[in-house]
């Protein structure tokens, strides 16, 4: 609600045209294969102006399937495939109406004025007619809006149906929901009580978790840059789930540690932190991988970098084996649908296994670069079973010399737990005689 609120507060700024037209080409690059991150890259807005256009997208995103469906009962017809753009605006005005707080007559107008942006004008009086139906018959539409897959693809909710009977339906609710904002204290820079007392200063309540004092929680999203030495890198966004895997490989003083798929580097700036000193960073993408210097440059970290696909040893390891592997491999991303809302719309049934098979190759790969008597931590951001336990246990039953290892904090995570992101963390290790 907090979020909501300040979204639509800054909704009413005098910039809420460019961040309406914004966010429709946000939407149009998401349609085209772009990831919501990439689309919202090169758009130039700030400040509260980018937090509106934030709230707008996820939100529009989140309930996609939904609105589209709603859509279809207001409009005789699809809209034509040179009209897309009406279709995202009015997806986008539906959101609106259905969760802002500013007046409706307000919200309508300057969306039916979006037309025009659009180069679309001969659709505003179909707009203006389409908007002023849904508040006059919204009571029925939304009560007809009945959807059993909860607003997700009817595979992916078959999926999850059949994997958490039990859970689903707090899982979709978590998915449907905007996340808070966790945040990761730089001990390096700043102790995390003086920076809770800081946070507390700017009437911003935190709250912490048993398992260390760096992480902390806001219960709703707030522009970064207006948190306390937000430019000194001495705080970093990264979700509770994410933080864990730092906590759970535990670096020890002097040990060899290799991050195998490292980008953006949240992971690798945290293993630092908690005095990972001797770590190798590697990432399939050199592109991914210039995101990793520079959240080494932010949060600080001497770290050697290479770009390389971490399956082909051959082409980047030198021998020397490692103490320690964190494995924070690709995956279908369906544990943080909630902060990534354009995945329950990109993914595809058919990228499962592709996933799968990728995981195991990195495994397979990776376990002759760990000493006998090392560890090994596969995370992944996933609540598909065969991406977890089942890949898992079947890499332990093809290497007699790795076991999994009991830690409280391992084990499968899903979304709104704690209210953390799904994550998946199994820890093995190696044999000392292998
Ligand atoms: C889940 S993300 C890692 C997130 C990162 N550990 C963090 O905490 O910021 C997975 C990463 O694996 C990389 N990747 C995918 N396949 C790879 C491979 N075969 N070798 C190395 N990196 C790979 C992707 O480019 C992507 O950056």
Known sequence: MKEMRTGIERAKSTSGGAVRKAAITVLR??????????????????????????WLVLGTLREFLSVQALSAKLLRKPWREEDADLGFLLSLALFELRHGQRPAF????????MTEAVKKPWAR??????????????????????????????????????????DWPAIAA???????????????????????????????EAEGVTWSAAALCLPASVP??????WDAGWVAVQDGAAQLAAHILAPREGERILDACAAPGGKTAHLWALGATRLDALDRSAERL??????????GGEVHLQAADAAETATWWNGETY?????????????????????RLRRQPEDVAEAVAQQARLLEGLWPCLRPGGRLLYATCSVLPEENE????????????????????????????????????ALLEKDACA
């Open 323 to 343: 103490d320690a592997i964190l494995l924070d491999a690709p995956c279908t991303g369906t544990g943080v649908i909630r902060r990534h809302p354009d995945i």
């Open 290 to 299: 210039n995101r990793v210097r520079e959240t080494l440059e932010r949060q």
């Open 174 to 204: 978590a998915n449907n929901s905007a996340p808070p904002l966790w945040l990761r204290v730089n001990t390096q820079r700043v102790d995390p009580g003086a920076y809770r007392r800081l946070l507390a200063e700017q009437g911003r």
């Open 125 to 166: 009086g179909l707009m203006n007619a389409v908007l002023r139906r849904y508040l006059r018959e919204r009571e029925v539409l939304d009560t007809a809006l009945v959807d059993r897959d909860l607003g997700h693809p009817a595979w992916l909710a078959a999926r999850l149906r059949a994997a958490y009977p039990q």
């Open 29 to 54: 690059g998401v349609d085209s294969g772009q990831t919501v991150d990439a689309a919202l890259l090169p758009v130039s807005l700030t400040g509260t102006d980018r937090a509106t256009l934030q």
């Open 106 to 113: 307000a919200v309508v107008n300057d969306w039916v004025e």
């Open 390 to 425: 089942e890949q898992i246990a079947a890499f332990v039953q093809r290497h007699s010399d790795a076991r999994r290892m009991a830690h409280p904090l391992t084990g499968q995570r899903l979304p709104g737990q704690e209210d953390m992101d799904g994550f998946y963390y």
């Open 224 to 229: 970064v840059a207006t948190l306390p030495g």
